[in-house]
């Protein structure tokens, strides 16, 4: 038989999933392994070992095991660190937290360390636990997700020429490129987005400013309609589709406007 190493790590619950009759399956988000899943075995029965600690958005320390051969780790414990109750407790947080998590899920492979990725996500949570999230700040999480997980847009220069964004007379986005093109380049391109100087060099400092230091920038109205749609369409040309926790949330928002 395969010896098992325990390993320990903090982590943010992604998803969980009943399982047979007693065990769930629970997808983490870790600080020193990347995603992670694994089974907690009894986790449904038990009183002490897993109260609370495997529910979405739960920051937590986990202590697993797995054996090289194993699909799955073993979860042997789980300690809460920050529950992020108020999330649960409102429908528009539940829904923004959902949507964060998805894109987490999506763009990252098990096993893969990401650090600064985890931080991402821990500090997003922290903040919708304790206040009202907003458009702008789905949209500085995005652009900072799509940097470090190596999907970043050009949005310095147009792709094709590489003339300077501050010399551009006009920009147009083009999601399957993944960048913008000037006027010159863009002729005769297809699915291009025209987006102002405005909100592109706000989307540039957002993935570049220290997280603490955010709530500083702000986007117009046309800034926010602008950086949704490039946002959103690029992330679903990566994905081959569009995120159903996006669906949910835009029609939740779209019924209290």
């Known amino acids: 038989m395969s010896a098992r190493t325990i390993h320990k790590s903090s982590a943010v619950v992604l998803h969980s999933l009943d399982y047979g009759e007693s065990d769930r399956i629970v997808t983490f988000y870790t600080s020193d392994f990347g995603k992670l899943k694994g089974i907690a075995k009894g986790a449904r029965r038990s009183k002490k070992r897993f109260v609370n600690a495997l529910e979405p958005f739960c920051c937590c320390t986990v202590m697993f095991s797995k054996k090289v051969s194993s699909a799955l780790a073993l979860i042997e414990g789980c300690d809460i660190n920050n529950h992020n109750a108020r999330i649960r407790e409102d ?11 998805d894109l987490i899920d999506k763009f990252t492979i098990e096993g893969k360390k990401n650090n600064p990725l985890f931080q991402l996500l821990t500090h997003f949570l922290s903040l919708i636990n304790e206040g009202i999230p907003s458009e702008k700040f789905i949209r500085f999480f995005e652009i900072r997700l799509l940097k470090l997980s190596g999907y970043e847009p050009l949005l310095e220069s147009c792709r094709i020429c590489r ?23 863009c002729e005769n391109s ?13 989307l540039i400092l957002g993935k570049e400013i220290a997280l603490e230091r955010m709530n500083s920038l702000s986007l117009s109205d046309q800034s926010l309609r602008e950086s949704r749609e490039i946002l959103e369409r690029f992330i679903r040309h990566l994905l081959g ?12 928002r779209k019924m209290d406007t």
């Not at 429908?91 to 998590?101: A, E």
């Not at 003339?163 to 380049?185: N, T, Y």
């Not at 291009?192 to 706000?202: M, Y």
């Open 91 to 101: 429908l528009d947080k539940t829904l923004v937290s959902t949507y964060l998590i």
């Open 190 to 202: 297809f699915n291009s987005l025209c987006v102002s100087a405005g909100t592109i060099n706000t």
């Open 163 to 185: 003339k300077p964004l501050a010399k551009m007379i006009s920009h147009h986005f083009i999601p399957a490129e993944g960048g913008l093109r000037c006027a010159a380049c």
């Open 241 to 252: 589709k569009e995120l159903k926790s996006l669906q949910v949330l835009n029609q939740i």
